[in-house]
């Protein structure tokens, strides 16, 4: 039964107070002394060097990729610019000079990882000399490829394989955003593996906790027992790590300033959310940079390495049957939940330096998890470092955030079938026709953007369509890597808590709030995107003053992009009610929800026929499970009164 209610708080709050003026105006201040409008060029600093990959890259998405004038054109729409340098890059630290992580020997990508692994001081330069890391080389799987086998199933005009195909014996896995929780099978799963390879394989966690928190916790003490001991989670995963020969590497010291991720801009933005669903829409990203880079296996950490590795008896085990069966009666929805297996019994490898072997002499030199005949999920991914399709799918994901989001979920999206891209698009030219989301409706019905984000988690189906590689031709990784999942990013079934800041002073939380609302307000046509950064605010000490402010500050953040067309204030939760965001009288009433603008975000889009924009004008308009409406976001009086907005 749907409920239309807004759901009740978890916890106890105190009676709704009023903003205080003066505090909310001088936060609003703040925000956009900081600010530098329209912020610097966000033009990608990853180009391909290899001719002929470029020349490849753009026959397989569009002519006019990396190409100055197109990339700087996508730049000033690549997710709102970075108006307060908050995406800025890390410097290489100083033991990785002379060091080019992008071009590194295979046999010496694991001696690399280990030196720089955070479970131990940080290594000199002296320790990451070619030299000083080859008297401590790695294994690897090698496999020599002759004539057509370089061109690894591709036609002719693809970039081919090296004439050895070398992948080090290396499994990455990734933990982001938040400490690891006591349940999460990621301890036990990896630990186990970790031990039982060891000296076969080495296995690494990719983490965004700094260096400096990891030396901190070696060099102080626990907190007594019964006090709060901040550094706790850290000294956990310390300990873990190093009982288990696991190495822990920072993702801002191999990917730096002058080693940048393809995907760096939307990674740091997915962080920014501070959402699990960000930080796995983050870690989508993260995996293929990684194996791109580097080589390897990148696996999930609640995947099973070992044949004993069973579920308990009492854990609830599912499996994902099909879209058709996952729907709810009255357009709601139901995430998929709980943990589940893959198949147990599979034609693959038993041992993972076989499964190296094996994907290493494969026809086409890389592959997924492929679960059954029909799903492949990117919980696996294996390859030697470089692969070109691991390009291609970095340039469909950097594609991805320049996409309506209603084309990107869009029922009918066709598969690309050439790389010109529609002439009735207005950025024609800019970017190539990437599909993915054949099959999805408006509202969704199983693993929706809360679980498996359109714009990150199925990248790989439109490069497997793309590069014409089905399930059957991929190596299937069990049973030296099966299937299952704790689902660990999805929210509560009745919403997604207040994120709770650690940090006394709003404003680098609105900061990330204001990002994330220049993103949308880009990709959703105008749309002020409250939804998105609900539980961001409602974590703040001051909730109500935090509202004033962000829409106080938004009208002059925003003006490089266009006026507020809309406003996204309810969402509706797995459990079918409602959460909404309501705001204090002072912020509401710098919105005009009587406007009807021609084109917002629930109307036909522009270039289509304008009486039926005008038809549609001033209805409402759910998508994925969120309510949207016209709305115009009014300037705040003069001499600073949020209270008291002008409407001309």
């Not at 501070?274 to 950490?301: I, K, M, N, T």
């Not at 598969?415 to 999805?440: F, I, Y």
Request: proline letters at 12%; one cysteine or more.
């Amino acid at each position: 039964m749907t409920r239309t209610a807004a759901r009740p708080p978890r916890t106890p709050t105190p009676s709704a107070r009023t903003a205080e003026p003066a505090a909310a105006e001088e936060l609003a201040r703040r925000l956009r002394a900081l600010a530098c409008l329209p912020g610097p060029s966000a033009t990608p600093t990853a180009w391909p060097c290899d001719t002929g990959l470029l020349d490849w890259l753009r026959r397989m998405t569009y002519p006019d990729l990396y190409t100055w004038a197109a990339e700087e054109n996508l730049a000033r729409r690549w997710i709102g610019g970075d108006v307060f340098g908050s995406r800025l890059l890390p410097r290489a630290p100083g033991f990785l000079a002379g060091v080019d992580v992008r071009r590194l020997a295979p046999h010496l990508v694991a001696p690399l990882l280990r030196r720089v692994s955070m479970t131990r001081p940080a290594p000199t330069a002296a320790d990451l000399t070619p030299a000083a890391l080859a008297a401590d080389g790695g294994p690897v799987s090698t496999f020599r490829r002759d004539g057509a086998a370089r061109l690894w199933g591709q036609p002719e005009h693809a970039p081919p394989l090296p004439d050895t195909t070398t992948i080090p014996h290396v499994v990455h896995g990734i933990w982001l955003g938040r400490p690891l929780p006591e349940s999460n099978g990621f301890w036990v799963n990896y630990g186990a593996a970790a031990d039982s390879y060891a000296g076969q394989v080495d296995f690494v966690l990719w983490t965004d906790i700094p260096r400096s928190r990891f030396d901190a916790a070696r060099a102080t003490p626990p907190a007594p027992a019964g006090h709060p001991d901040p550094l706790a989670p850290t000294r956990a995963l310390l300990a873990w790590a190093g009982t288990h020969g696991i190495h822990l590497v920072s993702v801002a010291e191999l990917f730096h300033a002058n080693a940048p991720m393809t995907l760096h801009t939307p990674y740091a933005l997915e962080l920014n959310r501070r959402l699990p669903q960000g930080f796995a829409a983050a870690s989508d990203h993260l995996r293929v940079e990684v194996v791109h880079r580097f080589g390897g296996l990148y696996a999930d950490g609640d995947l099973r390495f070992l044949p004993d590795a069973a579920p308990p008896p009492a854990e609830r085990a599912d499996r994902p049957e099909g879209p058709g069966a996952e729907g709810v009666p009255g357009g709601g929805y139901r995430l998929f939940r709980g943990r589940w297996d893959g198949p147990p019994a599979a034609d693959g490898p038993a041992r993972l330096p076989d499964l190296f072997d094996r994907v290493a002499a494969s026809a086409h030199g890389f592959t997924l998890h492929a679960l059954t005949d029909e799903i492949v999920l990117n919980d696996v991914i294996l390859a030697p470092a470089g692969h070109p399709a691991l390009a291609l799918w970095l340039e469909g994901a950097r594609y991805n955030y320049l996409r309506d989001p209603r084309d990107l979920y869009a029922a009918d999206t066709p598969e690309p079938a050439d790389p010109d891209p529609p002439t009735s698009d207005p950025r024609a030219g800019s970017g190539p026709p990437v599909a993915g989301a054949s099959g999805w409706h408006g509202e969704p019905a199983s693993w929706t953007w809360a679980v498996t984000a359109m714009r990150t988690g199925r990248v790989h189906h439109w490069l497997l369509a793309r590069l014409g590689i089905g399930v059957a031709d991929l190596v299937r990784p069990a049973p030296a890597v099966r299937g299952h999942s704790e689902l660990s990013w999805l929210p509560p079934v009745d919403g997604q808590p207040p994120v709770a800041c650690p940090d006394p002073d709003p404003l680098p939380t609105l900061v990330a709030c204001v990002d994330l609302l220049r993103w949308q307000h880009l990709s959703r046509a105008g749309d002020l995107c409250l939804t998105a950064v609900a539980p961001l605010v409602r974590g703040l000490p001051e909730p109500d003053t935090a509202w004033t402010a962000l829409l106080l500050a938004f009208g002059h953040l925003s003006t490089d992009l266009g006026p507020v067309t809309s406003v996204t204030d309810r969402r509706r939760n797995q459990d079918q009610t409602l959460d909404v965001v309501t705001l204090p009288p002072e912020a509401e009433a710098l919105l005009d929800r009587s406007a009807t603008p021609v084109t917002w975000f629930g109307s036909v889009r522009s270039g289509d026929d304008p009486e039926a924009a005008a038809e549609a004008a001033g209805r409402e308009h759910w998508f994925l499970g969120e309510r949207t409406v016209p709305a115009r976001l009014l300037p705040a009086a003069p001499h600073g009164h949020p209270g008291r907005a002008r409407k001309p």
